[in-house]
DNA sequence: CTGTTAGCGCATTCAT
DNA sequence: ATGAATGCGCTAACAG
C-alpha cells in the first residue's frame, strides 16, 4: 500500500506538506501541485483507518437494523445514508436479526469502529441495557422507540395511535365486527397495535369478540395464515386491521382466492405504507409511518449531537396518519 | 475514550499482556482473570482503527450495490453479511444510485476504509475503471457483470438465456404475438434481456411486429405504464416477457384492471424470481436469478483472494431457471 | 509467561 | 510556508 510517504518523497515535500495539501491547509501553489501530481502519479488514497487514530474521529455513521430486506429497514437506511451523504460521512451497517445477542453485536462492533454517531433500531435489547450503551455513546439515537429518560435521544411514532385510528375508520364506515391480525414477534410494536384497536372498540361500544384477533408471522406468509384462521373461526366479519402491510397483502390475497371481493364485502387496512400498499388491487388503505422522515432526522439529532456545528433538528412528534385508497368501504351486510 | 493502556494499569499488567488475553495468545490464567476484570470494570472496547492500522489489515467486506430498497440489492446485501459473519467480519455499504460519480465514490470510499474485500456491483463504470480497480484492490469480486480477462473475479449470470428461456415457455404454451417490457436504463442487462426475447422469436421462426416492444422505469410504474402502451398499440397480443417481478407486478395490476384475466387471457413472465412474484395473484412465473447464492459465493471468492487459508470456492457457473406458476398457460384465442 | 519498544499512516504542534 | 517530531491505540518482535 502507498503511503503517504511515498507522496511526500515522489513531491519533493514533507510529509506534513502534503497532510497540508490534502486537507485544504495554506501551503504554496508550487506544493500543491507537486502534491496533487505525485498524488495522482501513484494513486495515493489517504487511509481512513490512520486518519481516525490521528483525528480521534471518524467520519463514519452507524446504523443498525434488523433485517435489510425488509423495505421497512431498507427505507430507513436510505434515509441516514442520505443524510450522511449529505455531511460528508459514510455509513456502516450492523443487522441485528430479531436477537437480542446480534443486536448487541452489531451496536459494539460499530462501537468498536468509532463510529462518531449511532443510530439504533432495537427491539430486542432491555431499556437498561440500552441506557447503557446510550450513556457510553454520546452520539447514539434510538429510533422506533421511546426510553424513559431519554426522550430528547429518541425518535418514535405513537404506534396505538395508528391502529386506534385505523380502527375507527373501519368503524365510522360502518363495520361492527372487525378482526385483528397481529405479529407473534414479542416486541412492544405489537402489544401497542393491538392495544389501538381494543381500544377504539371499547371507545365506539363494540364488544371484544372472542377469536377475532390472531397472531402470526409479521409478513407475507403471516398474513395468509392468520387470514385463514379469522376465516375458519368467523363467517361474518367484514373488515380486519392488521400489523402491517405484508400481512394485509396476504390476508388480500386469500381473500382474493376464496372470492371475496375487497372492498365490496370485505375491508382491510395495513400499518406502514410501504410501497407494496400502493401496488395491491385493490390499493390498500393503510396508516402512513413516515421512517424516512422519522430516519433523516434521527440521523441529523445524532450528528447534531457530536458536533455543536450542526443544530440541534426542532423536536418534532411524528404522527401515524390515515392514508385512504381502495380496500376499504362501507359495510355491507354478509 | 478508556484505551489498553487504562486496562494495563488497572490488571497491573503491560499493554501487550492486555493485548494477549484479548488476542487469546498465551498467559497465565492469573494475568487473564485480571485482564478480563479490568475490562469488564472499565467497559473498555478496542479501537477497531488502531487494530487495523497495526495489523494492517481490517475485518471488513465492503458491498457496493445500486439501491438498498431494491429487494434484489437487499437480498445480496443480506447474503453477504452472513457469509461475512460466519467469517468474523463486518460489511461496510456503499450505495451508487445508478450513477457514475457515486459508484466511484463508493468504491474509494470503501478502499481509503481498506476493506479487505470488496464485493462491487457497478452498471455506471466503464471496464477500464473497474480494471484499475480490480488491479488495485486485491479482495475485490465484481458481481452481475463479466468483465474479459477477469473472469474468475466475476460472477454473472446468463441474462440472454434467461428471457430466451422465458419466451420460449411462451412459444411453447401456443403464444404467437408475445411482447416485450423493458428497462429504460442503459446497461447491458437490457440489452442482454432484449437480446434473449428476440432471439427466441428468430429460432422459433416467430416474426418481430412493430411496436411489441417498449421500455420504461425498471420498477412497478414503469411496468404500469409499459403496459397500458402495449395494450394501446395491440389488441391481439397474448403473452408479455419482463426485464423484471417488478414491473411484471405493474402490467398485472393493469390487466387485472382492465378485465383481462392472467393467465386464461393473457400470459406474463417476470425476471428475477423476487418475493414479490409469489405474493401476486395469480403467483407470478418468472426466471429465478439466484442472486443470493451468487452471492454468497462472491463473498467467499472475495475473501479467499486475500486469505490463502480461505480455499476458493469451486467455480460455479449460475444459470437462470425457468420458475413455472400461474401467470402463463396455454395461449387462447384473443 | 511477561514487559519494553518499535512501528502502522496520518495530523498537528512547534520551530524555523 | 514548511519540516521535524510527537502521539493517536494497538500488535508483534524481541529480550528477559
Redesign the interface.
Known sequence: ?ITIRDVAKQAGVSVATVSRVLNNASCSETARLAVESAVQNL?Y??????Q??AL?N?DTLGVVVT???D?FF??L??SV?QVAHEYGK??????GYHNAEKERNAI??L????CSCLVVHSKALTDQELINYLE?AKGMVIINRCIAGYEHRCVSLDNQRGTFLATELLIKLGHRKIGYIGSNHQINDEVERKQGYLTALQQYGLPVIENTSVQNSPD?EGGEAAMIDLLSYHSDLTAVVTYNDSMA??AL?VL??NNINVPRQFSLIGFDDM??AS?L?PKLSTIRYPIDLMATYASKLALSLINENIETPIHTQFNPTVVRRFSTDSCYQR
Open positions: 500500500m494513486g488514497s489517504p487511509n481512513a483507518n490512520a481516525a487514530l480521534q471518524t433485517d435489510v430486506t423495505p431498507a427505507i437506511v436510505k445514508d459514510t455509513i456502516l451497517i450492523g443487522i459494539e462492533t462501537l468498536r469502529k468509532r457510553q407475507f397483502a396476504g390475497s382474493t382466492e410501497p407494496i401496488h388491487v
